[in-house]
């Protein structure tokens, strides 16, 4: 069975909702201060990046950058086999930090269950956001993101790919189709 692809977004469309989003976290939470952004690893980092350059950008200052593996979280790790560990850094403390957790597609909310579980065994924030990228929908626990690049109803069987250049800039997010 052939795949069928379509460009849902591409770089000038992420590059809109990313400055979006960077606009949006700066008015909910006044500004800059105990602000922290936290990618999950494999997608999130990256956009994280993004949001820091474009936050630096409209406001001047640098906030905190974090990377969050969550392999060890998963709650399916013994049906996945083996998955490669990548390197959680955070050289911040967490306490009293408003974090924005930062992905790229949310789809059932167990990786975000995850990556809340692995933020509290590090440290105890004021309070945790979401951003996402593209929110496909399907949730199996009570997880709503607080930015939204996009959302994107979706069936099950379809699949959300974000692409990304050589630098780890987002290119372009396809919908494949079986």
Known sequence: ?????????????????????AHEILER?????DVALVGVVRGGDHLARCL??????????????GSLDITMYRDDLASRGSLPVEKTDLL??????????????????????????????IGRPRSIQLAILVDR???ELPI???YIGRNVPTSVSEKIVV???????PTEVRVAKP
């Not at 939470?29 to 201060?33: A, E, F, I, S």
């Not at 911040?92 to 579980?117: Q, Y």
């Open 1 to 21: 069975m052939a795949v069928r692809e379509t460009i849902i977004l591409d770089q000038p469309a992420i590059n809109r909702a990313l400055t979006r989003i």
């Open 29 to 33: 939470n006044k500004g800059t201060d």
């Open 52 to 65: 820091q350059q474009r936050i630096q950008d409209i406001e001047g200052v640098e906030i905190p950058l």
């Open 92 to 121: 911040f403390p967490l306490e009293n930090k408003r974090i924005v957790l930062v992905d790229d597609v949310l789809f059932t909310g167990r990786t975000i269950r995850a990556a809340m579980d692995a933020l509290m065994d």
């Open 137 to 139: 929908g399907h949730r």
């Open 144 to 146: 709503r993101p607080d």
């Open 163 to 169: 692409q990304f250049n050589d630098e780890n800039n």
